[in-house]
């Protein structure tokens, strides 16, 4: 039953999201891939790749008949097949952005590579974990806006920390300071939201208990 479904979210989900988003994240890459910046704008163009990747990612979470549809399949599974469409190609895109940058300017200057994929999966996942909360309360494209209302709203507040206090700047000879500490903690934290967030609504798992009760 998945494969149908599969077919079925594939043909739902808005795909134009994504389609701007690829675009956005190939323009950010173009004063590297076309000349030589400044290594940190190498990384701050990573970031906004993964960021617009995964905003456009967390449209595919709000499910426009869930409040007329029963379906046999959980919520859960549902919207986990749902992030994985449109999360799955965006991660196949940031890739080749990573390889295609790696290869222009040279593997030294994205070092330390782990930290920057680390960046970049907080970057990416963090609007789609606030799409699956909104998704859980409104299932229309109000509760996917979120996702980008909070990695706007994140983002502007770790603006104000400078130097040390800073999360954004790479580590220097390997040493991670507090601040960039906390990258490992968000990611955690981000799968955990979109695990709670993903479950069973209340009044779906009533609706779904209904109907069985009616078959018997």
Known sequence: MTRPLTLHLSRAVPWWPFAAAVLLAVVAQ???????????MIVIDLRIAAAVLGAAAGFALPDLMASTVISPLPRWRRQWLRIALLLVPSVLVWGL???????????AVTWPHGFVILQAA???LLPVAAAAVGARYRDDAAGAL???IVQGGVLVVSLFFTDRSSPWPLPMDG??????RCWPI???LILVTLLVANRETPATSYLTARRAGGKR
């Open 30 to 40: 173009l004063p590297v891939l076309l000349k030589d910046p400044p290594p940190a």
């Open 97 to 107: 952005l990573y390889l295609a940058v790696r290869n222009a300017a040279g593997p």
């Open 122 to 124: 907080v970057c990416g």
């Open 146 to 148: 979120l996702g980008p």
């Open 175 to 180: 040493v991670w300071t507090t601040a960039q």
């Open 186 to 188: 968000a990611l955690a």
